[in-house]
């Protein structure tokens, strides 16, 4: 009986005890492939010695300071590599310790940043159907989970959808990838235009949706447009980076392969890799400046913000990333665990679609391919697939909800940068047999 209360009361965890390389392992001493870095985090993978070496030499010399009182070098040394790789116009950084946090604070400093200019009537924060940007009460109301939201609705910020970019579902037939993109993109116009364009603050998105769509890039184009429409109205674009940016999808960040820059952007799963606890917000130049010239203070702050031990964490993860060039293996081994879902799964009779870019892929499961049926939600596919690769030494993340919010499977996969070719071949071989085993169960 555990005193915890987890996210499961019928509980039933295995107990991890210990984590090198791309394995984890449990009390029982059963082996597991980290085929999803947990939700996409562990880019290092687990027990990396230059890490730990960076983390044990922060805490002999200062575990935390409050950021009222001091700044600390870690931060500051943090910061700076951060700023000095950023997307084009990056001129600071806010640490906090979640993605969620990450987000809260976007959004927070986007409406702090119209009140410094008299913008007062902006309140409206637009973002899309089937995204996902955190747990805590703001980044939830943005979200597009309508499962996550369904029981908080009442005490959330009014929420303002428009689709995703899901060309999967979404593309018309005779329209191109472009065109479907472009027409997307032209939804937040509508719906800039509809609630009025001196009350929207900005529109969120995820530059690649990460856990609940499973790894589905944008059409070509479509952030492009999404940028000039924004511009066009004064409103900020806030980039959730969380999941799919810091190397995951080969470049440090995913908005780099769209030609675009983000006002605001959120990063976090593998800034720390999860060696630490830590988020970031990146604030772009003119942001900065209006505040400058404004009250001089950004009014939001947090215990833990730029928390020396998670900031060494990060800097020595990140060193590594860069010393040994990790985004070419993952785009290196990306290109292989392309190939290889493709060789396992493109005849399969219920994956409908295979999507990514780097080393994070998608599968979406459907009862009918031709008709694109997702399966019953009731029967639960997605954990019955997250069971059955446990059960096969293999962590992946499986979510439901794909399709419209409701129905739909995926299994997404996000292995450490370090993963090599056997690794590879292993976890499609593996998630294989966990996918048609838990299609028979469910059958
Ligand atoms: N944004 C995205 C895109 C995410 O995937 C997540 C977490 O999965 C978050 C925000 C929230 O991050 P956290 O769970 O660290 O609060």
Redesign the pocket.
């Known amino acids: 009986m555990s005193a915890i209360l987890h996210r499961n009361l019928a509980g039933g965890y295995p107990v991890a005890v210990s984590g090198q390389g791309v394995i984890i392992t449990d009390t029982e001493g059963k082996a597991y492939i980290d085929a999803s870095g947990g939700?996409a985090v562990s880019c290092l993978g687990h027990g990396h010695p230059d890490v730990l070496a960076a983390m044990h030499a922060q805490i002999d010399k200062l575990a935390y300071a409050h950021t009222s009182f001091f700044t600390s070098e870690a931060a500051e040394e943090l910061s700076e590599n951060l700023i000095a790789r950023a997307p084009k116009g990056m001129a600071r950084v806010f640490i906090c310790s979640?993605?969620?946090?990450a987000?809260e604070a976007c959004l927070k400093l986007a409406r702090h940043y119209f009140v410094e200019k008299g913008e007062t009537r902006r309140v409206n924060f637009i973002s899309r159907r089937q995204s996902?940007?955190?747990?805590t009460a703001g980044?939830l109301s943005v979200g597009g989970r309508m499962k996550d939201r369904a029981p908080f609705t009442e005490m959330l910020m009014q929420g303002h959808h428009i689709s995703p970019c899901y060309a999967y579902r979404g593309q018309a037939s005779g329209e191109t990838l472009e065109e479907y993109g472009l027409r997307m993109a032209d939804e937040l116009e509508a719906k800039i235009l509809a609630l009025g364009p001196d009350t929207v603050a900005a529109f969120v998105a995820?530059t690649v949706v990460?856990?609940t769509l499973g790894a589905v890039p944008p059409a070509p184009g479509y952030f492009k447009r999404i940028r000039e429409i924004c511009d066009r109205h004064g409103v900020l674009l806030i980039l959730?980076e969380?999941?799919c940016g810091m190397g995951r999808t080969g470049t440090l960040h995913a908005c780099e392969q769209e030609g675009i820059a983000p006002d605001l952007m959120?990063i976090?799963?593998g800034l720390g890799g999860g060696y630490a606890p830590i988020?970031a917000m990146l604030v772009s130049a003119p942001i900065v400046e209006t505040i400058r010239q404004g009250s001089g203070a950004f009014p939001h702050s947090q215990t833990y913000n730029g928390h020396p031990l998670a900031c060494a964490a990060a800097l020595a993860v990140q060193k590594v990333i860069a010393r040994d060039d990790l985004l070419a293996n993952v785009r290196l081994q990306g290109a292989r665990l392309e190939r290889r879902l493709n060789e396992r799964f493109a005849n399969h009779h219920h994956v409908g679609d295979i999507r990514g870019r780097g080393q994070f892929w998608g599968i979406e499961i459907v009862a009918d391919r031709a008709s694109k049926t997702p399966f019953d939600p009731k029967l639960k596919l997605n954990a019955k697939i997250k069971q059955a690769a446990m059960a096969h030494g293999l962590l992946v993340y499986p979510m439901g909800g794909t399709a419209d919010g409701l129905a739909g499977d995926h299994v997404l996969l996000a292995p450490p940068f370090i993963v090599d070719e056997a690794t590879v071949d292993m976890i499609v071989e593996r998630l294989g047999e966990a996918v048609d085993t838990a299609i028979a169960r469910a059958s």
């Open positions: 939700a979640s993605g969620s946090e987000i996902y940007h955190g747990i980044a995820e990460g856990a959730d969380v999941m959120a976090a799963k988020g």
